[in-house]
């Protein structure tokens, strides 16, 4: 089984701040297949990047993620009030398809 | 636009059975893979299980493996989940998850239903 550890655990920025979340596998990924989720309080989760680096559809360009092998980064250049929510890192190369533990985007 | 809405969940005893469905609109079903995903009260997302459209691929996580069985109704566009002996640890929100379209890996999920709630408990 790949484990994914995120971290920071937590993250308390200001709006208009740069995040930089990061996410390590335990063995590498294979064409980087690592995909970041958001999950917003009550709501469910939506997919934001793929392949390490692929914006899903709709997702707006302050959200990029960047990486390969074993460590992963999702940054959001200026955040904006929605953007605080809970984020998951996610592999996909094989089954059990794991999570990171999440980081928790919070306003400071 | 794709709609997944989850129903069946609710109170269980430990050892009981539930069956949880995934009723799926807006893509083409049948030649959609179709992922269970759970979330325990305050805590992270877990990978439940995968069905591939024409149901010869089918993978579960090692937490569930011999308890329950996903399955499909491709003429109904209709996932399921029964769970039997069913543990208080299973207790979660159930979401069933798409496979995004063009990828080759099941486990890559793009859309997501609202999920339901299965509690276990005496």
């Known amino acids: 089984e790949i484990v994914l550890t995120q971290s920071p655990v937590t993250l308390s920025l200001s709006p208009g701040e740069r995040a930089t979340l990061s996410c390590r596998a335990s063995?590498?990924?294979?064409?980087?297949?690592l995909a970041w989720h958001q999950q917003k309080p009550g709501q469910t989760p939506r997919l934001l990047i793929y392949?390490?680096?692929i914006r899903a559809t709709g997702i707006p360009d302050r959200f990029s993620g960047s990486g390969s092998g074993t460590d992963f980064t999702l940054t959001i250049s200026r955040l904006e009030p929605e953007d605080f929510a809970v984020y998951y890192c996610?592999?996909?190369?094989?089954?059990?398809?794991?999570f990171g533990q999440g980081t928790k985007l919070e306003i400071k | 636009e794709v709609h997944l809405v989850e129903s069946g969940g609710g109170l269980a005893q430990p050892g009981g059975s539930l069956r949880l469905s995934c009723a799926a609109s807006?893509?083409?079903?049948?030649?959609?893979?179709m992922n269970w995903v759970r979330q325990a009260p305050g805590k992270g997302l877990e990978w439940v299980s995968v069905?591939?459209?024409?149901?010869?691929?089918?993978k579960y996580a090692d937490s569930v493996r011999g308890r329950f069985s996903i399955s499909r109704d491709n003429s109904k566009n209709t996932l399921y989940l029964q769970m039997n002996s069913l543990r208080a640890e299973d207790s979660a929100v159930y979401y069933c998850?798409?496979?995004?379209?063009?990828?080759?890996?099941?486990?890559?999920?793009?859309?997501w239903g609202q999920g339901v709630l299965v509690t276990v408990s005496s």
């Open positions: 998850a798409k496979k995004r379209d063009g990828s080759d890996s099941m486990g890559l999920f793009d859309s």
């Open positions: 807006g893509f083409i079903f049948s030649g959609c893979a």
């Open positions: 069905i591939s459209g024409n149901t010869f691929d089918i």
């Open positions: 063995q590498g990924l294979s064409r980087n297949y």
């Open positions: 392949g390490s680096s």
């Open positions: 996610q592999q996909y190369v094989s089954s059990p398809y794991t």
